[in-house]
């Protein structure tokens, strides 16, 4: 059965701090493949500078070309808003019964996990794969040794999509920290200017 890392995100824009997790996933656990799955705009958010669904998984597309085991998803815009990851992997699992889907995660998110919705439904089903990330707070005692949740040695990234977008509205070369085609994309289309 294939096993399938399912890493989402908003993209806003996709960066190689992204790239660099997605390929020590595929390149150093057991997993398969890594569906980079971008995130939709909640409709019950600000919009604020949030670029549109179509033109992140762009970047996300422009991104991956490249690596054959890592693949854009836009499998959540087509599910109703507000979405949740349970409903999700439920659709995801029902869509492709032969794979095997996990969660991908940065440790930050593994230590507010018990606030996910259905997250023992998660845990029962499915795996998380955990990369390191510099944050505060504490793991949770029931999943500190957890048989299904793997901690994933790969490179601590904190280069942030929020950086990036300030840095180029404040008109400074962040070229090195993205993907040649998407920085050639964002230019072309003046993301992020104002």
């Not at 399938?4 to 398969?32: C, K, Q, R, V, W």
């Not at 029962?124 to 957890?146: C, S």
């Amino acid at each position: 059965m294939k096993k399938i890392g399912l890493y989402f995100g908003t993209f806003n824009p996709i960066h190689i701090g992204h790239l660099i997790i997605a390929n020590y996933m595929a390149e150093y656990s057991d997993l398969d493949e890594i569906w980079m799955v971008v995130t939709p705009h909640n409709p019950f958010k600000k919009k604020s500078s949030l670029l549109d669904n179509h033109q992140r998984y762009e970047m996300v597309y422009l991104a991956t070309a490249e690596y054959p085991n890592i693949k854009p998803s836009d499998i959540e815009f087509k599910l109703p808003q507000p979405n949740y990851t349970v409903h999700t992997l439920a659709h995801l699992q029902e869509k492709y019964p032969k794979y095997a889907f996990n969660l991908i995660m940065g440790e930050d998110n593994l230590k507010s996990f018990q606030k996910w919705k259905n997250y023992e439904t998660i845990l029962a089903h499915h795996e998380l794969y955990v990369y390191p990330r510099i944050a505060k707070g504490t793991i949770a005692i029931q999943f500190e040794n957890h048989p299904k949740i793997h901690k994933v040695a790969a490179p601590i990234m904190e280069i942030s999509s929020t950086c990036i977008r300030k840095a180029i509205q404040e008109g400074k070369n962040i070229e090195p920290m993205l993907p040649p085609a998407v920085w050639k994309y964002i230019d072309e289309m003046h993301f992020y200017r104002s």
